[in-house]
C-alpha cells in the first residue's frame, strides 16, 4: 500500500516544482506583489485546511476565524517566554484542544447544531477575550514585534500549505479517510459498518483546526497590534468557506481554484467599493449555491467527462470517474 | 426580583421572534440564517413608519406584518423551492439552504448597511415608567411583552384549533405521512415560511419601540433565535416560548450582575448545557 502509483509520483513532481517555483516570488518582487502574495498563501493554507474536513463530510464550518484568533492569540501571549516555533506548536494544539471541545458538544448530533454552534464562535471568543482583558489586564490590545519580514512569513504560509496538502494526502489513503468518505456518502451505513462516525469527524475537525490555528499564529506578527476585533474578525470564516466552496472541495486541490480570482476580487472591492463589501459576499454565496454547486473543479470535471465521453463512446464515464477519485 | 421580570419582558419579544424562525425550520424544513435580517428591516421601517409618518409601531405592525408574509413567500418561491426540489436528501437541502440564506443574509445586510450606515438608531415610543410590584419598568417594553402575548396566544389557537393549523402541525411531524392524507405539503411549507417570516418581522417591530438597533445585528439575533428554537425543540412553539423566556431571564441576569459584555456568552453556556443533556429540546421527547 505505501509505494507510490506513477500517477501520484507525476502529480509530486509537479507539486514539488510549483512549491520551488511559488518560493521565489519574494526574491522577485516587494511591496504589495508580495503582500498579496501573503494573503493569498494564508486563505489557500486555510481553505485547504478547511476543506480537509467539510469537503467529505459536508459540514459547514465557520469556526474558522476562532481558530485562527487562538493562534494569533497564542503568538501575542507567548512571544516573551517561548521561541516562534515552540509558539506555532502552541498554536497548533490549543486550536485543536478548541476544536476538540466544539466537536465534542456538536458532532454527535446532526449536522444544524454544528454549523450553528460554529457560527457564533469566533464572537463567543472574542467577548470573552475581550471581557478578560478588560477585566485582569486592563487594556485592549497587545503588541507583537517580531524580527520576522513578510518575505519569511510568506515561506512559512507556503511550507504550510505544502503541509497540508500532504497531510490531506495520507488521511486521503489512511483509514480514516477511507472511513470519512463512507461517511460523507451515507452516515447511516457508516455506523453499521462499525465506524465510530462521531470520534472520526471530531479528529479530522481537530488536525483542521489545527492547520488554521497555525495559519492565524503565523499572521501574528503581520499585525503588530493585536486586538479581539481583528484577530476574530468572523469575515475570515465566511472567506474561507466561500473561497473552497468556489473552487470545489471535491479535490484536494480544489480551494486553491478559489483562492486567486476571490482574494482579488476582495482587494478590489475594499479598495474601491470598501461599503459594498457584505453585498459582494452575499452575491458571492448565491452564485455558489445556484450556479456552482459542485465548484469550479467540479464544473470542468462535468464539461471534461462530457468531452470524453463524446470523443470515446466505447469508455463508460463511470469507471473514469472512479479512476480519477482514486489519483486524488 | 427587577431582573427576573425585566427578563421575561424581553424574553417575550425573542419569544415571538423565535416562533417565526421555528415555524420557518421546523415546518419548511429551511434553516434561515437570513431571519435575524428580517427582524432588522422590519425595525427600520418601524422607525421610518414612525419618525416620517408618525405612526404607532402598534398600528405599524398591521402594516408589516402582511408585508413580511408577501416577501418571505417570494422568497420561498423564488430561491429556495427550486433547492427544495433540487435536493436528494434532507442533508443536502439543509447545506444548500444554510448557504443559500447566508447569501440572502449578507446581501440584505449589505443593503441596509448602505441604506442607512452602520450607526445606530431608536425612537422615542412610551417612554414612561410603569409600575410592576413597586419596581419601575419603561412602559414601551411592558407594552411590548404584552403585544407579543397576544400575537403568540393567537397563533397557538391557530395552530391548535383551525384545520389549516392542525395541517401545519402535520407537515412538521412528518412531511411524507401529511401527504397521504390530502395535505398539500409544498403550499403549506411555503405559507409556514412566510408566516414565520411575519412574525419574527412583529418581534422586530416590537423591539424597535424599546431597543437601540443598527444594521448590522441581525445575525446575534438569528443565533439567539436558533438557540432557542434548538432549547425548544424544532418545531414546538410552546416548548419555544418558554425556552425564550429562560434565555431573557439569563441573559437579563448576567447582564446586570456581571457584565452586559458577556450576553452571547450566556447564550452559548445555555446552548451547551441543552446539547449536552436535552439535545431533543426541553420538552421534547427523544427521537428513535
Known amino acids: 500500500m505505501m509505494g507510490l502509483h506513477r500517477n501520484e509520483m507525476v502529480v509530486a513532481a509537479f507539486g514539488l516544482a510549483a512549491v520551488a517555483l511559488l518560493s521565489l516570488l519574494p526574491l522577485v518582487s516587494e511591496g504589495f506583489a508580495l503582500s498579496l502574495g501573503v494573503n493569498l498563501m494564508l486563505y489557500a493554507a486555510m481553505c485547504t485546511a478547511w476543506a480537509l474536513f467539510s469537503g467529505p463530510t459536508r459540514l459547514v464550518s465557520l469556526a474558522s476565524a476562532a481558530f485562527f484568533g487562538v493562534g494569533t492569540y497564542s503568538v501575542a501571549l507567548g512571544l516573551d517566554s517561548l521561541p516562534f516555533g515552540a509558539l506555532l506548536l502552541v498554536a497548533a494544539l490549543s486550536s485543536a484542544a478548541l476544536a476538540g471541545l466544539v466537536g465534542a458538544a456538536t458532532l454527535r448530533l446532526s449536522g444544524v447544531y454544528f454549523v450553528i454552534f460554529s457560527l457564533g464562535l469566533a464572537e463567543l471568543i472574542r467577548q470573552i477575550v475581550a471581557w478578560s482583558q478588560s477585566r485582569f489586564a486592563h487594556k485592549m490590545g497587545l503588541y507583537v514585534f517580531t524580527d520576522l519580514t513578510e518575505r519569511d512569513l510568506y515561506w512559512m504560509l507556503l511550507a504550510l500549505t505544502s503541509l497540508v496538502f500532504v497531510v490531506g494526502w495520507l488521511i486521503n489513503r489512511s483509514r480514516l479517510g477511507f472511513a470519512l468518505r463512507i461517511i460523507g456518502d451515507d452516515e447511516t451505513v457508516a455506523r453499521h459498518v462499525g465506524i465510530a462516525t462521531a470520534r472520526t469527524k471530531i479528529i479530522l475537525f481537530m488536525i483542521s483546526g489545527a492547520f488554521i490555528g497555525i495559519a492565524g499564529a503565523i499572521s501574528a506578527p503581520r499585525y503588530a497590534y493585536i486586538e479581539p476585533q481583528a484577530a476574530f474578525n468572523p469575515m475570515i470564516s465566511f472567506q474561507v468557506v466561500i473561497i473552497a466552496l468556489l473552487g470545489g472541495t471535491r479535490r484536494l486541490w480544489g480551494p486553491l481554484v478559489g483562492v486567486v480570482p476571490f482574494i482579488i476580487l476582495m482587494e478590489f472591492i475594499t479598495s474601491r467599493f470598501p461599503n459594498h463589501s457584505s453585498v459582494v459576499v452575499g452575491v458571492a454565496f448565491l452564485a455558489i449555491v445556484y450556479l456552482l454547486?459542485?465548484?469550479?473543479?467540479?464544473?470542468?470535471?462535468?464539461?471534461?467527462?462530457?468531452?470524453?465521453?463524446?470523443?470515446?463512446?466505447?469508455?463508460?464515464?463511470?469507471?473514469?470517474?472512479?479512476?480519477?477519485?482514486?489519483?486524488? | 426580583m427587577q431582573i427576573l421580570v425585566t427578563g421575561l419582558l424581553l424574553g417575550g419579544t425573542y419569544a415571538l421572534i423565535a416562533l417565526g424562525l421555528t415555524l420557518q425550520y421546523g415546518v419548511a424544513r429551511i434553516m434561515n440564517l437570513a431571519n435575524g435580517e428580517t427582524l432588522v428591516a422590519a425595525c427600520f421601517v418601524a422607525f421610518w413608519l414612525f419618525t416620517v409618518v408618525e405612526v404607532n409601531p402598534l398600528i405599524g405592525m398591521l402594516a408589516i406584518a402582511p408585508i413580511a408574509v408577501a416577501l418571505n413567500w417570494l422568497i420561498y418561491a423564488?430561491?429556495?423551492?427550486?433547492?427544495?426540489?433540487?435536493?436528494?436528501?434532507?442533508?443536502?437541502?439543509?447545506v444548500d439552504t444554510i448557504l443559500a440564506t447566508f447569501g440572502l443574509l449578507f446581501l440584505f445586510q449589505g443593503l441596509m448597511l448602505l441604506g442607512?450606515?452602520?450607526?445606530?438608531?431608536?425612537?422615542?415610543?412610551?417612554?414612561?415608567?410603569?409600575?410592576?410590584?413597586?419596581?419601575?419598568?419603561?412602559?414601551?417594553?411592558?407594552?411590548?411583552?404584552?403585544?407579543?402575548?397576544?400575537?403568540?396566544?393567537?397563533?397557538?389557537?391557530?395552530?391548535?384549533?383551525?384545520?389549516?393549523?392542525?395541517?401545519?402541525?402535520?407537515?412538521?411531524?412528518?412531511?411524507?405521512?401529511?401527504?397521504?392524507?390530502?395535505?398539500?405539503?409544498?403550499r403549506m411549507a411555503g405559507f409556514a415560511f412566510a408566516l414565520g417570516g411575519a412574525l419574527t418581522a412583529c418581534g422586530g417591530t416590537l423591539l424597535s419601540t424599546f431597543y437601540t438597533f443598527n444594521a448590522s445585528m441581525g445575525v446575534v439575533f438569528t443565533m439567539k433565535a436558533l438557540i432557542i428554537v434548538i432549547m425548544g425543540g424544532v418545531g414546538d412553539v410552546r416548548g419555544a416560548t418558554i425556552a425564550a423566556l429562560i434565555l431573557g431571564v439569563a441573559e437579563t441576569t448576567v447582564a446586570s450582575l456581571i457584565d452586559p459584555g458577556l450576553t452571547l456568552a450566556t447564550n452559548y453556556a445555555l446552548f451547551i448545557l441543552v446539547l449536552l443533556f436535552r439535545p431533543q429540546g426541553i420538552l421534547g421527547r427523544a427521537s428513535a
Do not use: H, W
Open chain 1, 293 to 328: 454547486p459542485d465548484g469550479v473543479t467540479g464544473l470542468l470535471e462535468r464539461l471534461r467527462d462530457r468531452i470524453l465521453r463524446r470523443a470515446e463512446p466505447g469508455v463508460s464515464s463511470t469507471t473514469r470517474n472512479e479512476i480519477g477519485e482514486k489519483a486524488a
Open chain 2, 78 to 94: 423564488g430561491l429556495l423551492q427550486p433547492l427544495v426540489r433540487r435536493a436528494r436528501n434532507r442533508g443536502m437541502l439543509e
Open chain 2, 116 to 186: 442607512f450606515g452602520g450607526g445606530y438608531f431608536s425612537y422615542k415610543f412610551l417612554a414612561e415608567p410603569f409600575l410592576i410590584l413597586g419596581d419601575s419598568y419603561g412602559l414601551n417594553r411592558v407594552v411590548a411583552f404584552i403585544a407579543a402575548a397576544s400575537i403568540a396566544a393567537l397563533l397557538y389557537l391557530f395552530l391548535y384549533f383551525t384545520r389549516y393549523g392542525t395541517a401545519i402541525r402535520a407537515v412538521a411531524v412528518d412531511p411524507t405521512s401529511a401527504q397521504l392524507v390530502a395535505i398539500d405539503v409544498p
